[in-house]
């Protein structure tokens, strides 16, 4: 049995790819897992020191407030997962940078095949927000398809 996983969230791209999953593996004897990537609840950088300058760090950072945001976001990205339309799909929820979560979730699921959806952004949007795609294809730790 092959396994594959599939990288989801809101996206018309990521449609596009589990669309793709349902259409091409139909009838295949394939697990299917699908990721969504969370965002960190709020910077965990400590009070104090960065870049060897001292400042005062105005946010409330308490542990209990991040645990929570952290589990709102899981329960959205559980949401996306099944709202994906992939058949069958095991969801991962994972949180952080997506990059390193999808290429961790693969290593763990010992997957044969990571998708993803493309995204066709302008130089400013891959400067602001840089392509997972394009990252995964560049720097691949398992095969990638990039659905475009």
């Given amino acids: 049995m092959k396994r594959v996983l ?9 449609h596009r790819a589990a ?6 593996f139909d009838g295949m004897d394939v697990e299917i897992w699908a990721v969504n990537v969370a965002p960190a609840a709020a910077p965990r950088i400590p009070a104090g020191v960065i870049w060897g300058g001292l400042y005062a760090w105005p946010y409330d950072v308490r542990p209990e407030l991040l645990v929570e945001a952290d589990r709102e976001a899981e329960k959205k990205s559980e949401r996306t997962v099944l709202d994906s339309g992939l058949q069958e799909a095991k969801p991962i929820i994972a949180v952080g940078d997506p990059v390193v979560a ?3 979730a693969a290593d763990e699921k010992n997957v044969d095949l990571i998708i993803v959806g493309s995204h066709d952004k302008s130089l400013l949007q891959r400067i602001i ?12 730790t398992r095969p990638v398809l990039v659905v475009p």
């Fill in 6 to 14: 599939v990288a989801v969230d809101d996206s018309d791209a990521s």
């Fill in 19 to 24: 669309t793709f999953v349902n259409y091409f």
């Fill in 102 to 104: 999808i290429q961790r």
């Fill in 129 to 140: 927000s840089p392509s997972v795609s394009r990252e995964l294809a560049h720097h691949p």
